[in-house]
């Protein structure tokens, strides 16, 4: 970790707002969706109220930058794709996530910051320092407290894509180098932030990730996942 690494922190991060941001983050099909649903179901059995959201697509403007964003007939450059991404990323936070996290809400985010840096930096090459610096002002300084990382290879990453038409689609257009080195860039990403990443093995049957979830949440966030 070098202070000129744009994916490290250069300085301590100052205290964020009250609430807790937990971020699901990892390569397609690792699982994220399945792992926020369920942690989303047992705290809401639980009557812990919570905010469920997702990047991209979060708010009115975030769900047609969405739209552009999945549509093959429009095809945008990478720089093109990581405005677009950004510009959904400070909609989202105005719009949803800094109201929550100022009340002292608990968030839980289907990808958030560390996706671009590993699609759009280690996967498509942009630089660091440009997604690093676009993030950081989109976010307005906000960070995850907690990322989830679902760290899938990519040999089993194109089985599951392989049962879903859009997925596989995707997967053929930017092949398997692309996806390795996106998934190599979360490994960087949670080599660097190792504070805040919790690194789970994709491959691990979902009611195990989901045990090591709940023990996580419980160890860093005493009380307020209820256990
Ligand atoms: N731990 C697991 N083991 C095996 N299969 C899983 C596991 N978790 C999820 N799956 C299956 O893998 C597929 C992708 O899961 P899911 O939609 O949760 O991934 P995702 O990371 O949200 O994908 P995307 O990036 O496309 O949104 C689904 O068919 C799901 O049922
Ligand atoms: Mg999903």
Same mark, same amino acid.
């Given at each position: 970790m070098t202070p000129s690494d744009p994916i490290s922190p250069s300085v301590s991060p100052p205290a964020g707002p009250p609430g807790l941001l937990v971020a699901f983050e990892g390569?397609? $099909?690792?699982g994220k969706s399945t792992q926020l649903r369920r942690l989303s179901a047992r705290l809401a059995a639980a009557k812990i109220p919570h905010t469920v959201t997702k990047e991209?697509?979060?708010t009115p403007l975030g769900k047609k930058l969405r739209e552009i964003l999945l549509d093959p007939a429009l095809p945008a450059s990478a720089l093109a794709q990581l405005f677009l991404f950004q510009a959904d990323r400070a909609q989202h936070r105005q719009e949803v996530l800094s109201p929550a996290l100022d009340r002292g809400g608990i968030v839980l985010s289907d990808r958030l910051s560390d996706a671009t840096m590993a699609y759009?930096?280690? $996967?498509?090459?942009?630089?660091r320092e440009l997604v690093a610096t676009l993030t950081r002002v989109a976010l307005d300084g906000l960070r995850p407290d907690l990322t989830v990382l679902l760290d899938l290879p990519v040999e089993a990453l194109e089985g599951r894509l392989s049962a879903r038409a859009e997925g596989r689609t995707r997967f053929e257009r930017l092949g398997r180098d692309y996806f390795d080195r996106v998934r190599r860039g979360y490994l960087e990403i949670a080599r660097v932030h190792a504070d805040r990443t919790l690194f789970?093995?994709?491959?691990?049957?979902p009611d195990l990730l989901e045990k090591q979830i709940d023990a996580e949440l419980a160890r860093r966030f005493p009380g307020r996942f209820g256990r």
């Open positions: 390569v397609d $099909g690792s991209p697509g979060a759009q930096a280690f $996967g498509f090459g942009l630089s789970l093995d994709a491959t691990l049957p």
